[in-house]
């Protein structure tokens, strides 16, 4: 028999499954990505309680740290690391440099900074140290205007030439003894090294004198220092370009000469090595010859050279022959 109720929209029973199951599929998957989704933040929040916490604790422990030090430190009596720490302590050894304060006994001249490379704050604590011994005579070469500043801060009575970039303290020099020191420059720009050389030679105990711009391209500014030049012990001629003058020099006199080769010159100089070679080869003998740009080591072989006769020393009779 027909049915009563009227034929059965199946139909409509399966879109209304279909989207039941739709509704349920999208709800479920909603849920699941919420979960995930706060399944993550949890995580990530945890990770960064964690990494705070991590920094918090090293930070905690380094302060804890630093102050132990500095308690032990003070207990010492050291304190800790300051600039005026460095200046008391008075002694040659600082963590990064130990200073040779009894070369002057050992070998007649004392021990000189280098400033190149060394950090004002370096170059400022040995300035410190050497403070305590103003009887050695201490030279800072190669000093740029903060090593200078450092320096001065340490040892404000220190004498500074900003031209040759050295400082000397005790600012005084010692009496000259022993015989002249003549440092001769080829040209203006070559000045720098040969100011080096001429203090450094002062410093360490001889006369001095300074003689400037008397190249080879005007052969009779030289000739006409003639007498100067033969009245002394030994002569530094510093000289870029082609480096020709110390042979020069060495031709017109009898006493040794230091060729001092600079960095001054065009492109083919190659920043000193022409003037090097050109004075390693000098024609004339009895020419010596330093590295380049090397006043202080120009100077100290002249101080050398030219130091007084002392009976019974290396340098006087009954010495080593």
Same mark, same amino acid.
């Given at each position: 028999?027909?049915?009563?109720?009227?034929?059965?929209?199946?139909?409509?029973?399966?879109? @209304?499954?279909?989207?039941?199951?739709?509704?349920?599929?999208?709800?479920?998957?909603?849920?699941?990505?919420?979960?995930?989704?706060?399944?993550?933040?949890? @995580?990530?929040?945890?990770?960064?309680?964690?990494?705070?916490?991590?920094?918090?604790?090293?930070?905690?422990?380094?302060?804890?740290?630093?102050?132990?030090?500095?308690?032990?430190?003070?207990?010492?009596?050291?304190?800790?690391?300051?600039?005026?720490?460095?200046?008391?302590?008075?002694?040659?050894?600082?963590?990064?440099?130990?200073?040779?304060?009894?070369?002057?006994?050992?070998?007649?001249?004392?021990?000189?900074?280098?400033?190149?490379?060394?950090?004002? =704050?370096?170059?400022?604590?040995?300035?410190?140290?050497?403070?305590?011994?103003?009887?050695?005579?201490?030279?800072?070469?190669?000093?740029?205007?903060?090593?200078?500043?450092?320096?001065?801060?340490?040892?404000?009575?220190?004498?500074?030439?900003?031209?040759?970039?050295?400082?000397?303290?005790?600012?005084?020099?010692?009496?000259?003894?022993?015989?002249?020191?003549?440092?001769?420059?080829?040209?203006?720009?070559?000045?720098?090294?040969?100011?080096?050389?001429?203090?450094?030679?002062?410093?360490?105990?001889?006369?001095?004198?300074?003689?400037?711009?008397?190249?080879?391209?005007?052969?009779?500014?030289?000739?006409? =220092?003639?007498?100067?030049?033969?009245?002394?012990?030994?002569?530094?001629?510093?000289?870029?370009?082609?480096?020709?003058?110390?042979?020069?020099?060495?031709?017109?006199?009898?006493?040794?000469?230091?060729?001092?080769?600079?960095?001054?010159?065009?492109?083919?100089?190659?920043?000193?090595?022409?003037?090097?070679?050109?004075?390693?080869?000098?024609?004339?003998?009895?020419?010596?010859?330093?590295?380049?740009?090397?006043?202080?080591?120009?100077?100290?072989?002249?101080?050398?050279?030219?130091?007084?006769?002392?009976?019974?020393?290396?340098?006087?009779?009954?010495?080593?022959?």
């Amino acid at each position: 028999m027909p049915d009563p109720l009227g034929p059965t929209d199946t139909r409509a029973d399966s879109a @209304t499954g279909t989207t039941g199951t739709a509704r349920t599929d999208s709800a479920t998957e909603t849920t699941e990505t919420a979960r995930a989704d706060s399944a993550t933040e949890t @995580t990530e929040t945890a990770r960064a309680d964690s990494a705070t916490e991590t920094t918090e604790t090293a930070r905690a422990d380094s302060a804890a740290g630093t102050t132990e030090a500095d308690g032990a430190a003070e207990a010492a009596g050291s304190g800790p690391a300051t600039r005026g720490d460095d200046a008391e302590a008075g002694g040659g050894v600082i963590d990064y440099a130990e200073l040779d304060l009894g070369r002057t006994a050992r070998r007649g001249y004392p021990e000189a900074v280098y400033c190149a490379g060394k950090t004002a =704050r370096q170059v400022g604590g040995i300035a410190a140290r050497v403070r305590a011994r103003p009887d050695v005579i201490t030279l800072f070469t190669r000093a740029d205007a903060e090593h200078a500043a450092a320096v001065l801060a340490e040892l404000p009575d220190a004498r500074h030439d900003a031209d040759a970039g050295l400082l000397a303290w005790p600012a005084t020099p010692p009496a000259p003894t022993g015989g002249l020191v003549v440092v001769v420059a080829a040209g203006t720009s070559d000045l720098r090294a040969a100011r080096e050389a001429e203090l450094t030679a002062r410093y360490l105990g001889r006369p001095t004198e300074l003689v400037v711009d008397v190249g080879v391209a005007g052969l009779h500014r030289i000739l006409a =220092r003639l007498e100067l030049l033969r009245r002394a012990r030994v002569v530094v001629v510093a000289a870029g370009m082609d480096g020709a003058l110390p042979s020069v020099v060495a031709g017109l006199i009898s006493v040794p000469v230091v060729g001092l080769p600079t960095s001054v010159g065009y492109g083919a100089a190659f920043g000193g090595l022409a003037p090097l070679l050109a004075m390693l080869n000098a024609c004339a003998p009895g020419v010596a010859v330093v590295n380049i740009d090397n006043g202080y080591g120009a100077g100290h072989l002249a101080a050398q050279i030219a130091a007084p006769f002392e009976p019974g020393g290396p340098s006087g009779p009954g010495g080593p022959a």
